[in-house]
């Protein structure tokens, strides 16, 4: 079974620009969820969508955005790239269950950095 | 709103000792916790889940333990060795709507040959 997918794994971008950002979860798995690494704040929930609808977000400026289409991929967008969302940008899926089983698969993650 | 405070922030220990890695949250209302391993510049394995209503998991030289009413959990790692070195982060899923996992900020362990 494959795993957690996420393209590209490194991304080189200038202030000002935006980026889009995919993961395609496990398969039969329906919830996405996207969690934003850094060496100062740690892991940060951005958004978790289930079933093409967005269930919760993080504390994040609407410039991050993402969507998620009928077979689960999930795609993020941050918008007017400034330098600090130079990060680790990681998707997981779930299967969604029964949500004491839960176990959250992560992808390997894009590298984002915004100069 | 829930935090989760990982200590030590960092641990180094020789090859074949017995360690002890500590996680601590400030709400009990959790579905479970999990805890996961992250090598330098890669996304996260998940190593142990442990549902609100356990006490405590296995798997391996791991044994992980959950006591909620005192919002604390701790990883036993036991004779560890060089490809242990990672950092582990801890992570609880809170009760609601949605999938929301809250993060520790991880604790980086260094096992010395």
């Known amino acids: 079974k494959a795993g957690v997918t996420q393209t590209p794994r490194y991304l080189i971008k200038t202030r000002g620009q935006q980026v889009t950002l995919s993961c395609s979860p496990i398969?039969?798995?329906?919830?996405v969820s996207w969690y934003q690494q850094t060496p100062g704040q740690g892991l940060q929930f951005l958004f978790e969508?289930?079933?093409?609808?967005?269930?919760n977000k993080g504390n994040f400026p609407g410039r991050f955005s993402g969507r998620q289409f009928s077979n689960s991929r999930s795609e993020m967008n941050v918008s007017t790239l400034e330098l600090g969302d130079s990060a680790l940008y990681l998707c997981a899926s779930s299967f969604t269950g029964g949500k004491a089983k839960n176990i959250q698969y992560f992808g390997a993650g894009t590298r984002l950095s915004v100069l | 709103k829930q935090e989760v405070t990982q200590i030590p922030a960092a641990l180094s220990v020789p090859e074949g000792e017995n360690l002890v890695l500590n996680c601590s949250f400030t709400d009990s209302a959790i579905y479970n916790l999990q805890w996961f391993r992250q090598d330098p510049g890669k996304g996260l394995t998940s190593l142990l889940l442990?549902?609100?209503?356990?006490r405590e998991q296995t798997s391996g030289r791991l044994n992980a333990s959950l006591d909620k009413s005192s919002g604390r959990s701790t990883l036993y790692i036991a004779a560890s060795q060089p490809g242990d070195s990672a950092t582990y982060l801890c992570?609880?899923?809170?009760?609601?709507?949605?999938?929301?996992?809250?993060f520790g900020k991880g604790t980086k362990l260094t096992v010395n040959p």
């Open positions: 442990i549902q609100s209503s356990q």
């Open positions: 398969s039969g798995h329906r919830s």
């Open positions: 992570a609880v899923l809170i009760q609601g709507g949605s999938e929301k996992l809250v």
């Open positions: 969508y289930f079933s093409e609808t967005q269930r």
